[in-house]
């Protein structure tokens, strides 16, 4: 039986103007059983709500104290609460990273009336920070949470500069004397290691005396439907909620983390892992960006797996209720636009599925982090419909239904309270001939292959030893994708130096075949570029070079943000009657380490979102 203590609003039946004028949350504005209570020294403000109290120092520019009230007595949920960043001006090394103090602008009460209170503070410009971040913590009135947002701005006065990653942390007392379990979703939400340390592996990522390995990449999610995670233990729980992810860089493929060692809650607003790109800004470009308002929920319950349900439900009432009407910014339009139509290939093929997203033109979405991005999947008939956009000018792109290549349309208009009907879109698929075979599907993802879709793990490339022992062998028509084809092809073999594909021709073939390669991932050992040797029945026809993508290889990942495609052509009369073979082989090739001596910096990989083989002369 769940028992978790829920604050829920009283809604009133008028609206007062004072809460109206202040813009504060409307549903909590007639409700004055609890009131809000401020109190302000030289030193900090504590603001308590009659659920939660939040303790801001003045000095630190941060939350020192987030407090629980259940039960009849108080938790202290954390002891600080900061935003922290990667950024800086260019020209001068690597962007500098840490928490802003001193705020350029004192820790003020903004607001503070029966609906709640708010407390907002100023960070920068400085010479190493050339950016002005003003942050807001949004208290209403008998809720067990409360609400942050921030607006970050690049203004003509400022110089050039970058930002690698922007984010809120939420830090508990480390051990486990609260938290004992690390939620990150449905599947990750056990108990995290509680034998001491041993030594540091790599960055965030430690080796415990009882042998296990814990990393904070493990618990990374993918942003297309990820919407809340946190920390749990005896009964109580603390959140990230996010409404929407319409202002988290990169897109549905977009990985993040969320929750790690010591227990450190995140909220990556901005973040460069997996390959998803960093921001950068010339010379006097001006740039303003809204960030959340993101909500920080507590409650408890018998058990973790209630309060997950608890907060999923939590989550849910906020993606409802967005965007919040009570948010009083010219940056944050309430109005919104709708977009609907129907997606469809030109040779009647399906599209359910597809994801469709709106997204800055160039075509490099998953780049993308400057503006606001939104999606939807395609559903039957490929018909979508993608609500509570932000009024503007945006580009459409498609991916899926098995294309490697993406379909984009240029100069979609949103307004505001409008509906904008698109009618069918039409995507001409690129064919090089007629299908021989495929391998996998693509979509960006390797999650169809063997060990795909359980990647969270540390040292990943530890497993192919026991999985494949002989190396991939793969033979169209009776080998299959789920068991005997990797996700990933890693530097390391086991007894040959190259994966084969055998594939039966019943009669001698002329005119032009074409390999296309969808890569999902690509690192190399050394250098910029993991270079593939492509052979047909023992000749090398091409050698496949492949920036560097992104870290999956050794951060728990089975793809990474930067997608490749590539072709290449080989004469048809290569290939014989009867059974043929193409080879894959990396240059940095090299045979499986003794475990005494695996480094994960010393392997790359190519991770394979398709292969598919076309003949334009079938005769």
Request: net charge negative; proline share 6%; charged share 20%.
């Amino acid at each position: 039986m769940i028992k978790i203590k829920m604050h829920s609003p009283i809604v009133p039946a008028a609206v007062s103007l004072s809460a109206l004028y202040l813009g504060l949350p409307v549903w909590a504005a007639g409700d004055i059983s609890t009131t809000v209570k401020t109190s302000e020294t030289p030193r900090e403000i504590v603001v308590d709500n009659g659920a939660v109290t939040v303790v801001f120092s003045k000095a630190k520019g941060q939350v020192t104290a987030i407090r629980y009230h259940h039960d009849g007595r108080e938790t202290e949920m954390a002891n600080t609460m900061y935003y922290s960043y990667s950024a800086g001006p260019t020209g001068k090394g690597a962007p500098k990273g840490g928490s802003v103090t001193a705020p350029s602008l004192p820790v003020h009460i903004v607001k503070n009336d029966a609906g709640g209170a708010e407390v907002a503070m100023e960070y920068g410009p400085t010479p190493t920070y050339p950016f002005q971040t003003e942050i807001h913590y949004v208290i209403p009135r008998g809720e067990s949470g409360f609400y942050v947002y921030q607006i970050y701005k690049h203004t003509s006065d400022m110089p050039a500069a970058t930002i690698g990653e922007a984010r809120f942390v939420i830090k508990g007392k480390p051990g486990t004397d609260l938290y004992t379990n690390h939620v990150v979703d449905a599947k990750r939400m056990g108990p995290f290691p509680a034998s001491p340390v041993v030594k540091k592996v790599m960055d965030a990522t430690f080796l415990h005396e009882d042998g296990t390995i814990y990393t904070k990449y493990n618990n990374s999610a993918f942003m297309a439907d990820h919407f809340v995670h946190g920390m749990a233990g005896h009964g109580l729980a603390i959140w990230m909620i996010n409404a929407s992810n319409e202002y988290v860089n990169g897109g549905p493929i977009k990985q993040e983390l969320t929750v790690h060692e010591d227990n450190t809650l995140l909220n990556m607003l901005e973040g460069a892992h997996f390959g998803s790109g960093v921001l950068n800004f010339n010379d006097a470009e001006n740039w303003t960006k809204f960030y959340g308002p993101f909500f920080v929920y507590m409650n408890h319950g018998d058990s973790v797996p209630d309060m997950y349900a608890d907060a999923l439900r939590r989550a849910a009432d906020e993606r409802q209720k967005w965007p919040y009407n009570w948010v009083r910014d010219p940056n944050f339009p309430t109005n919104r636009g709708t977009v609907n139509g129907r997606i469809a290939l030109s040779d009647g093929s399906s599209t359910n599925g597809a994801w469709i997203i709106l997204a800055g033109p160039g075509g490099d979405w998953p780049l993308q982090g400057k503006g606001y991005e939104f999606w939807t999947q395609a559903g039957s008939g490929g018909r979508f419909l993608i609500p509570k956009v932000r009024p503007g000018r945006y580009t459409l792109y498609a991916y899926g239904a098995n294309q490697f290549e993406q379909y984009s349309q240029d100069d979609i208009v949103v307004d505001e309270g409008k509906s904008s009907d698109l009618g069918t879109l039409t995507w001409k698929p690129i064919r090089h001939g007629q299908t021989l075979w495929q391998i996998g599907k693509p979509d960006r993802s390797t999650q169809e292959f063997r060990e795909g879709a359980d990647v969270r793990h540390w040292a990943n490339y530890m497993r192919y030893p026991a999985d494949f022992p002989d190396d991939v062998t793969y033979t169209i028509g009776k080998s299959h994708e789920d068991k005997d084809w990797n996700f990933a092809q890693w530097t390391w073999y086991s007894k040959k130096p190259n994966w084969t594909i055998r594939f039966d021709t019943p009669k001698p073939l002329t005119g032009t075949c074409t390999l296309t390669f969808g890569i999902a991932s690509s690192n190399p050992v050394r250098g910029n570029h993991a270079n593939v040797i492509v052979s047909v029945n023992g000749k090398q026809v091409s050698v496949l070079r492949l920036p560097k993508s992104g870290p999956a290889a050794y951060r728990s990942g089975g793809q990474d943000s930067l997608y490749q495609v590539l072709y290449m052509t080989f004469d048809a009369e290569l290939l014989k009657s009867g059974m043929n073979e193409i080879t894959l082989g990396h240059e940095e090739a090299a045979p499986f380490p003794t475990p005494e001596i695996q480094m994960h910096g010393q392997v790359g990989e190519v991770m394979y979102d398709a292969i598919r083989l076309e003949v334009e002369d079938m005769k």
